[in-house]
């Protein structure tokens, strides 16, 4: 009796995981989204490069599928420290969302939230709306939303050679392979 209610409880449990995979399966194949999904892929180790201005190493990327929304980061760091023994790190984020209202609405959310840190900078020709902000440090933040897909960089520690013209080039990249 035990090892028929033992195999029950085995199969229960497969069947209910399997049948909730291949729903959660069906759901991501439904609202697969379209190529902006790989723009991730232009953000590369030589985009890194030119803009932390050395060697760098690819620490992490992750991506995330919640609520129809689909969201992947990932964080770039330089091999050489500088001179406080600190490593530059490179952060993208993409985000698209099920509708640009949502999009908009955390657009709007993050510019209102950075403007209490330090004067915000509009973008032109970025996406439909952008923005650019120094934290305290001087560090540049880059946030552009267009349609319904939001991409957000960020310097952290970063080195004195860092290239502003490169990361700005890199938002319009971002963008322009997402047309």
Request: hydrophobic share 40%.
């Amino acid at each position: 009796m035990k090892t028929v209610f033992i195999a029950l409880l085995f199969f229960s449990i497969s069947y209910f995981s399997f049948a909730q995979s291949a729903d959660y399966k069906a759901e991501i194949h439904l609202n697969l989204p379209d190529t902006s999904l790989h723009s991730f892929s232009s953000v590369t180790k030589t985009d890194a490069v030119l803009i932390l201005g050395g060697l760098v190493i690819l620490k992490d990327s992750i991506w995330k599928y919640e609520g129809g929304n689909w969201n992947f980061h990932c964080v770039y760091l330089t091999v050489k420290k500088d001179s406080l023994n600190q490593s530059g790190r490179l952060f993208f984020s993409f985000e698209k969302y099920r509708k640009i209202a949502d999009a908009k609405r955390f657009y709007d959310l993050m510019k209102v939230q950075n403007i209490n840190i330090s004067e915000i900078h509009n973008v032109d020709q970025l996406g439909e709306e952008s923005f650019l902000v120094y934290d305290v440090l001087g560090n540049p933040f880059l946030m552009i939303r267009k349609g319904n897909r939001i991409y957000k960089l960020k310097v952290y520690q970063h080195l004195n050679d860092t290239d502003l013209k490169n990361f700005l080039n890199l938002g319009n990249k971002l963008i322009s392979s997402n047309e």
